[in-house]
């Protein structure tokens, strides 16, 4: 079946960097966009960033504009998410969501959490 | 902050009908762009419950609906269930911020 397995989260310094990574199974992943989407502790879902099928453009929502980068491995059938510059509003699970115009499936999320 | 518009929350007995509303704007709902909504159950990953605007995948009761008009948006829970006490997102695009954009969120009780 279509699944979506994050991982790469964890606790990490403000101004340090993170990757995450989205494993994609079930489908022909080289046929989508993918999205990222976060959610910060207790409130609603923001949307983070876009990369086409074939990697060759992204897009990012304003708050993560310069600091975060969006990229595909075709091969592997892997999403990744580089995060630098990380700050503490930062802070919440990262889901990877496959494209159809909406937002389907989504993976389980990874938790990111970035402290002193 | 979102642009749209969701109450915090709506209430109703069971079997009862509720509506969440998504309240946009002409760069978003009301330039045309779909509108999905998503159900999120308590510590798990949002679930596609409609989408363009009035479309239930496979797997979703036909008890919830959705409908779109001018610069708005919304969902109808008719025969309201306990397990329907949870959290509801819209969400679309928005041409002004070249962004996707989801909604404040509504919690759903169930009295």
């Known amino acids: 079946q279509v699944q979506l397995v994050e991982s790469g989260g964890g606790v990490v310094q403000p101004g340090r960097s993170l990757r995450l990574s989205c494993a994609a199974s079930g489908f022909t992943f080289s046929s989508y966009a993918m999205h990222w989407v976060r959610q910060a502790p207790g409130k609603g879902l923001e949307w983070v960033a876009i990369i086409p099928y074939d990697g060759s453009s992204q897009y990012y929502a304003d708050s993560v504009k310069g600091r975060f980068s969006i990229s595909r491995d075709n091969s592997k059938n892997t999403l990744y998410l580089q995060m630098n510059s990380l700050r503490a509003e930062d802070t919440g699970v990262y889901y990877c969501?496959?494209?159809?115009?909406?937002?389907?499936?989504w993976g389980q999320g990874t938790l990111v959490t970035v402290s002193s | 902050q979102s642009v749209l518009t969701q109450p915090p929350s709506v209430s109703g007995a069971p079997g009862q009908r509720v509506t969440i509303s998504c309240t946009g704007s002409?760069?978003?709902?009301?330039?045309?762009?779909?509108v999905h909504w998503y159900q999120q159950l308590p510590g798990t990953a949002p679930k596609l419950l409609i989408y363009a605007n009035t479309n239930r995948p496979s797997g979703v009761p036909d008890r919830f609906s959705g409908s779109k008009s001018g610069t708005s948006a919304s969902l109808a829970i008719t025969g309201l269930q306990a397990e329907d006490e949870t959290d509801y997102y819209c969400?679309?695009?928005?041409?002004?911020?070249?962004?996707?954009?989801f909604g404040t969120g509504t919690k759903v009780t169930v009295l």
């Open positions: 969501a496959r494209d159809q115009g909406w937002f389907d499936p």
């Open positions: 969400q679309s695009y928005d041409s002004s911020l070249t962004a996707y954009v």
């Open positions: 002409s760069s978003n709902i009301g330039a045309g762009y779909d």
